[in-house]
């Protein structure tokens, strides 16, 4: 066990962070409370008292404080040989702290840091280890053993908002002990996991603590968040100082990010829709949908062999045709779809009615409910134009007949 502490320091020395790792940096929003007593933090620190110390301790310790490396070796640590390996730091750091000279003031925040970081890592792990294998799919339960002796009591003590290991940990609690509420079963939505963890924090903190818990989930999380899921958190959070930070430039951003969400997934489902909708089957017996002429207007004739007015149109939707310039060719399609019982019908309606040169498809018996629910379709002949986006801009449009359908299609196809 030993050994595996020593070798555990020795690769971490060149990353020692000791007493950095006890100062908030500018992206802690603990530093939006302006605590008076960090203040005098920084002074004992900084002392010229306690350079000797500080400087001992790094060559010590500091490693136990590098949070990237510590989170790394929980990566590839056993439960069991980790709980040992911090147990044994802890004693040594705080038998190493008992034996210094300094201040009651820093001798008191360095056993609080010291303990807390013990803590911090443990409640860390199944976290930590949960977020880097999205194949696990629940969170890892930590025996009771292990954890027991870290009373609910222990983690409402205000003062301990001035330890970093403290805040550390806070984030990793709530974590923890919500998903513990959840049978530990990993979430699949990102957004209801903030939600729930906020939930859960109101329920068991309040003062400092609530505040630092509920600001600290929403930067944390703020890829996931939503206007009004930001604002609901926000909102529960009594500090002036702190809340604010959430009503300025942090609200604009996730206004622009749902922004671009909406858009997203606006044109995700667009895309899906598209795939999802009909497949009709072309004279070559390949499958396509309407996404093959994307870039072109299409005029759609759902039409069938037996269809008497049908077959009526057809003159002057040929005439319409003809009368196109090649361009207006390239760019406007006009896609006569069969919804004939059997293909061969379908086939020998194609030569009679010398449909060849157009487009030609043909609704297949499985797929002709979906067509009629879908397009409404309730008698035939029944048109659709389609734009170059793919939408369909008449569901219903005039028959070939009509003097204004040509109109229509060139003021599309421009």
């Known amino acids: 066990m030993k050994k595996l502490i020593v070798l555990l320091f020795i690769s971490f020395k060149a990353f020692a962070q000791f007493p950095e790792g006890l100062l908030a940096d500018s992206s802690d929003i603990y530093t939006k409370f302006k605590f008076a007593k960090y203040d005098s933090l920084l002074t004992e620190l900084k002392s010229p008292e306690n ?20 989170y790394e070796y929980l990566l590839t640590a056993n439960i069991d040989q980790l709980e040992m390996d911090l147990y044994d730091q802890r004693k040594a750091q705080l038998d190493f702290l008992k034996k210094a000279k300094v201040s009651k003031f820093l001798a008191e925040h360095l056993e609080k840091e010291i303990k807390y970081n013990y803590w911090h890592l443990i409640f860390a792990y199944p976290i930590e280890r949960g977020n880097s294998d999205q194949k696990l799919r629940r969170v890892i339960s930590l025996p009771n053993v292990m954890v027991e002796a870290l009373k609910a009591d222990m983690m409402k003590d205000a003062s301990l908002m001035h330890n970093k290991s403290y805040r550390n940990l806070l ?16 979430y699949a939505n990102q957004l209801q996991s903030v939600t729930d963890k906020a939930d859960f924090a109101q329920k068991n903190f309040g003062g400092d603590i609530l505040d630092y818990s509920l600001a ?33 430039d942090f ?28 497949q009709f089957t072309d004279i070559n017996g390949k499958m396509f949908d309407f996404s093959k002429f994307a870039g072109k207007v299409v005029y759609v004739d759902f039409w069938a062999s037996w269809c ?36 061969d019908k379908w086939r020998n309606g194609i030569k009679s009615n010398g449909l060849e040169e157009f487009e030609n498809a043909w609704v297949s018996p499985e797929w002709s409910v979906k067509a009629s629910q879908l397009y409404m379709i309730r008698t ?35």
Do not use: W
Not at 393 to 403: C, E, F, G, I, L
């Open 171 to 186: 984030m990793y609690y709530i974590t923890y002990k919500n998903s513990e509420e959840k049978d530990f079963v990993k």
């Open 216 to 248: 600290q989930l929403l930067i944390n999380n703020k890829k996931y968040l939503g206007v009004r899921t930001t604002r609901n958190i926000a909102r529960n959070i009594k500090n002036n100082s702190v809340r604010y930070v959430f009503e300025g």
């Open 380 to 414: 035939i002949p029944r048109y659709m134009i389609i734009d170059k986006t793919g939408k369909i801009v008449s569901p219903d449009a005039k028959r070939p007949s009509n003097p204004d359908t040509l109109g229509q299609l060139l003021d599309l196809a421009k």
């Open 51 to 70: 350079e000797d110390f500080i400087k001992d301790f790094n060559k010590k310790f500091g490693a136990f404080f590098d949070t990237k490396k510590q």
């Open 251 to 278: 609200m604009k951003d996730i206004i622009a990010n749902e922004a671009i969400a909406i858009a997203k997934k606006k044109e995700e489902d667009e895309k899906a829709a598209k795939k999802s909708a009909i």
């Open 308 to 343: 008497g007015p049908c077959k009526a149109e057809f003159p002057y939707s040929k005439t319409m045709h003809s009368g196109l310039s090649e361009k207006d060719k390239k760019n406007i399609v006009f896609l006569y779809i069969s919804i004939d019982d059997t293909e």
